[in-house]
């Protein structure tokens, strides 16, 4: 019974290609995520809903869009790939408020961009 | 902005007793995160602090001085199943709920 859950787990595309990622969570939380995870383990926050609101917007490239169709889903669809998009995107959800510091992350999906 | 600085590799011996330092430069703060992340899984929540003080879960405490803008994780008796790596994550202010994380640092438990 997952908790949060993103597929595909692994992407291998061409460069010029578009894809996407989607993420469910059944914790009944209000705020999702998206980070990266680059080949050096830097994880970094791309896009953060409430309430299928967007609420952050790390100046990420617009090739990257964002869609939560409710407060349970987060889709992330990535336009015209470049090589370097190849990293681990994590969705992560968590109850909103109050912050507690604590997120609850996906198993990830291994995008490798060629 | 925000920076986090930890260390980017500990070594340490089964049953010994490691710390995993942070410092932290931020615009806001609330609190400070760890993390753990075992080599192609996800990251794991181990702790949040959002006072000054240590915070123990089992094996596993962390401390914050937010004066010092400084906090650790501390590991005791380690096993072989904690190599991993481990992450300092800033919450700031704002009701985002957006984690800032540190470069990581990776634990390697020796026999």
């Known amino acids: 019974d997952t908790a949060v859950s993103q597929t595909p787990k692994y992407l291998v595309t061409q460069m010029g290609n578009d894809k996407s990622i989607k993420c469910e969570q059944n914790l009944g939380h209000d705020t999702m995520y998206w980070y990266k995870q680059d080949s050096k383990k830097f994880l970094k926050i791309m896009f953060s809903?409430?309430?299928?609101?967007?609420?952050i917007n790390e100046t990420v490239p617009n090739r990257f869009s964002p869609k939560s169709p409710d407060k349970a889903h987060l889709n992330l669809h990535i336009n015209s790939l470049e090589l370097g998009d190849s990293a681990v995107y994590f969705c992560a959800s968590s109850p909103g408020s109050p912050n507690t510091g604590e997120l609850f992350f996906g198993e990830g999906s291994r995008l490798t961009v060629l | 902005g925000q920076s986090l600085e930890q260390p980017s590799e500990v070594t340490a011996v089964e049953g010994a007793i490691v710390q995993i330092n942070c410092t932290y430069q931020t615009s806001g703060f609330y609190g400070l995160s760890w993390y753990q992340q075992h080599d192609g899984g996800a990251p794991t929540f181990l702790s949040y602090?959002?006072?000054?003080g240590l915070e123990e879960t089992g094996r596993f405490s962390s401390f914050l001085s937010r004066s010092d803008s400084y906090g650790y994780l501390l590991l005791q008796e380690l096993q072989m199943k904690d190599s991993a790596s481990y992450f300092c994550?800033?919450?700031?202010?704002?009701?985002?709920?957006?984690?800032?994380f540190g470069q990581g640092t990776t634990l390697q438990v020796k026999p």
């Open positions: 809903y409430n309430n299928k609101e967007l609420i």
């Open positions: 994550a800033v919450l700031g202010s704002g009701n985002t709920g957006k984690l800032i």
């Open positions: 602090n959002a006072l000054d």
